[in-house]
């Protein structure tokens, strides 16, 4: 659980994963994260899933629902340093990690889990890095990782294992650190 991590000191290898995260979301590549790149990256993961119409529609409101709870102080547009400040601001106090588990990683887990039945298959899993842009060969080495038991699908427990582990940890050496790819420069 969150609070079984240390507090994160912001270190330059933290950091590193942080500024991963936001070139994934980052859909035009402009170097700011916007209302717009969240529903691009939904709409994107949905058409790889060959979703349409409610479907579709359901998975970009849990994306802009994810940057509608983005704690920002501005509404319009959210630079890299600025995004790597928000989540240094957020991931060390005692109501986000509190809240962590029960509601923001069940909101995560449900971008990706697009049919709903509480597990994430390799397709469901592709088709989300696809649409952050990630290769089908660093998803397919995320998904064989984060299937610790080899069952072929990711389980909540194993995805949140993953996520605090690449959030809440600064070891340069943690297996998860390239979760979503080569950490940016």
Not at 7 to 25: A, D, E, N, Q, Y
Not at 33 to 48: F, I, N, P, S, V
Not at 107 to 122: A, P, W
Not at 130 to 143: C, D, H, L, P, T
Request: with cysteine; proline share 2%.
């Amino acid at each position: 659980m969150p609070d079984d991590y240390q507090l994160v000191t912001g270190s330059k290898h933290w950091k590193r994963k942080m500024r991963t995260i936001f070139k994934c979301l980052d859909a035009n590549c402009d170097g700011y994260l916007t209302r717009d790149d969240y529903e691009t990256t939904g709409r994107r993961a949905a058409g790889y899933l060959g979703l349409n119409g409610d479907q579709c529609e359901d998975v970009v409101k849990q994306f802009l629902y994810a940057w509608d709870h983005l704690d920002k102080d501005i509404a319009d547009k959210v630079a890299e340093e600025e995004y790597v400040h928000i989540l240094f601001t957020i991931v060390n106090q005692d109501s986000f990690r509190r809240d962590l588990y029960p509601t923001r990683l069940a909101t995560n887990f449900n971008l990706i889990d697009t049919d709903g039945n509480g597990l994430i298959s390799k397709e469901e899993h592709a088709a989300f890095y696809k649409g952050m842009r990630i290769s089908a060969e660093e998803a397919n080495r995320a998904f064989y990782l984060m299937d610790s038991n080899g069952e072929g699908f990711i389980s909540l427990e194993d995805c949140a294992k993953v996520y605090l582990e690449f959030v809440f940890t600064e070891d340069p050496n943690n297996k998860y650190n390239e979760i979503l790819g080569p950490l940016v420069d």
